[in-house]
C-alpha cells in the first residue's frame, strides 16, 4: 500500500505525522475480516489518533463522518493516523498484542518507524521508499501547499484551497484549526493528518 508513502515536507515537519494502514490479505485471510478491521479502528480510538477512516464505500474520515458510521462502513482497510510518537507506538504495541493477524503498514520517517518497531518489540518486514517526483515539476503547486495536499494520497485536497485558506487565515477571517478540518474532509479515506495540516497552514500565512 503506497497510497501514504509520497507525503511531502522536510524532516523536522514530517515528525509529527504517522499513518498506519490495516489490511487482510487477497484470498488469505480476507474473508470476514470487516469485525477485525472494525476493531482495529476501536483500538486505535484508545490513543488519541487525530482522523480515522477506511476508503471503502467512499467512507471517508472523522470530518465526513461519525465515528460510528465510519466503523460501519469500514471495509477491506482500516487507516489510523497520530501525530504524536507516543501514541502510534501505544497503538502498534496494543496491535501486536490483539492477535487480529493483519498486515500492518505505517508510514513516517524511517528511523522513527524503525524506532517505533524496536520499542513495541517487532521487526519490520518490508520497506517502500518514496523516491520524490519526476516529470514537468514546474506543474506542481508550491512545495508548502505540496506538504499539505500530498497528505491526501489520492490527491482529493484542491491546492487553490489550500491556498484560499492560508489567505483567510492570514486576513483573520478564519482560524488554522477550522480550515484544517476543512481541507481534510475531501479525504476519502481519513489519511489526513489534520494537526499537521493545522501547523503548516499557521506557518505558511505567518510567511505571507
Known amino acids: 500500500m503506497t497510497h501514504t508513502l509520497h507525503r511531502f515536507g522536510t524532516r523536522e515537519n514530517l515528525a509529527d505525522d ?3 494502514l490495516v ?34 464505500e467512499s467512507a471517508g474520515g472523522w470530518f465526513t463522518h461519525t465515528t460510528d458510521e ?6 477491506g482497510e482500516a487507516h489510523v493516523v497520530f501525530s504524536n510518537k507516543v501514541d502510534a507506538i501505544d497503538f ?3 496491535v501486536k498484542n490483539s492477535e487480529l493477524d493483519m498486515s500492518v503498514v505505517v508510514s513516517g520517517l524511517l528511523d522513527e518507524v524503525e524506532d517505533i518497531c524496536r520499542q513495541v518489540g517487532i521487526t519490520r518486514h518490508t520497506v517502500n521508499y518514496s523516491l520524490g517526483f519526476r516529470g514537468r515539476l514546474d506543474k506542481l503547486p508550491s512545495p508548502d501547499v505540496l506538504e499539505i495536499t500530498t497528505m491526501c494520497g489520492h490527491h482529493m485536497v484542491p491546492p487553490a484551497l489550500v491556498t484560499k485558506m492560508v489567505e483567510d487565515i492570514r486576513d483573520g477571517k478564519r482560524e488554522a484549526e477550522d480550515c ?21 497552514l499557521r506557518e505558511m500565512a505567518a510567511k505571507q
Open 180 to 200: 484544517a478540518r476543512l481541507l481534510a474532509r475531501p479525504c476519502v479515506c481519513g489519511c489526513f493528518n489534520v494537526v499537521r495540516a493545522e501547523r503548516l
Open 92 to 94: 502498534l504495541r496494543e
Open 18 to 20: 504517522y499513518v498506519y
Open 23 to 56: 489490511l487482510p490479505a487477497k484470498g488469505i485471510n480476507d474473508e470476514g475480516s470487516d469485525p477485525k478491521l472494525q476493531q482495529y479502528l476501536r483500538i486505535g480510538l484508545r490513543h488519541h489518533p487525530n482522523n480515522i477512516g477506511s476508503d471503502s
Open 70 to 75: 465510519i466503523i460501519a462502513m469500514c471495509h
